[in-house]
């Protein structure tokens, strides 16, 4: 069974500039979610989505963070525009329910200069 | 807010000798996972603890929780390179939209 996949696995970009992450769950995972680590801090929340509605989106930081999920399949993280304090490593993450146990992909570094 | 606090953050120690990283966190849970990260590789799941004096061992890594003191505990016994890679606990709270909260992580080097 495929893992948790994202892409792309890094991305530099320049200050002002639009990046869209793309993250695929497991497949028959209706929970997805999205979550940034930033300069060796802990892991934070961004949001979660339930098939294709966002169920909790209380972690997103701002209105230039814009995360869709179209037909409840992969869904895409767009930064819009970027800005030097959104550099971090993007993972995703995806659960058969909720309360079940969470399967990580590998996480997009994203570096903004 | 809820707090995980995990530490050591930074762990060097030699092979064949024991350790303990630890996962305090703040508020009533009885869900908590451990994870492990190699360097541009996913986040792979440990353990899963979901109740209070639950223990898990797998090879030589065994992690406990104690959901009154709000601590688990990884420990490692007779520590090997392999082990190295940067371990990650993550406490999953009831009625806070289903988010995991995570710890800081440990990172580990194993040295021969």
């Known amino acids: 069974e495929a893992g948790v996949t994202q892409f792309p696995s890094h991305s530099v970009i320049e200050k002002g500039q639009t990046v869209t992450l793309r993250c695929d769950p497991i497949s028959g995972h209706d929970n997805l979610y999205w979550y940034r680590r930033v300069m060796g801090k802990e892991i934070k929340f961004l949001l979660h989505?339930?098939?294709?509605?966002?169920?909790?989106e209380s972690g997103m930081p701002n209105n230039r963070f814009l995360a869709e999920r179209t037909g409840g399949t992969y869904s895409t993280l767009k930064v819009q525009p970027a800005e030097l304090e959104d550099s971090g490593v993007y993972f995703c993450?995806?659960?058969?329910?909720?309360?079940?146990?969470?399967?990580f992909g590998p996480g997009t570094r994203l570096t903004v200069t | 807010e809820l707090k995980v606090e995990q530490n050591p953050l930074f762990l060097s120690m030699q092979e064949g000798k024991n350790y303990t990283i630890y996962c305090n966190y703040s508020t009533t849970s009885d869900r908590l996972y451990w994870y492990r990260q190699d360097p541009g590789k996913s986040l792979e799941s440990l353990f899963v603890l979901l109740s209070n004096g639950a223990v898990k061992q797998e090879g030589r890594l065994m992690a406990s929780l104690d959901t009154k003191a709000r601590l688990s505990t990884l420990h490692i016994t007779a520590a090997v390179h392999d082990l190295s890679a940067t371990y990650f606990c993550?406490?999953?709270?009831?009625?806070?939209?289903?988010?995991?909260?995570f710890g800081t992580g440990t990172s580990l080097t194993v040295i021969p």
């Open positions: 993550a406490v999953d709270v009831p009625n806070t939209g289903n988010q995991f909260y």
């Open positions: 989505f339930v098939k294709e509605s966002k169920q909790d």
């Open positions: 993450a995806s659960s058969q329910g909720v309360y079940y146990e969470q399967y």
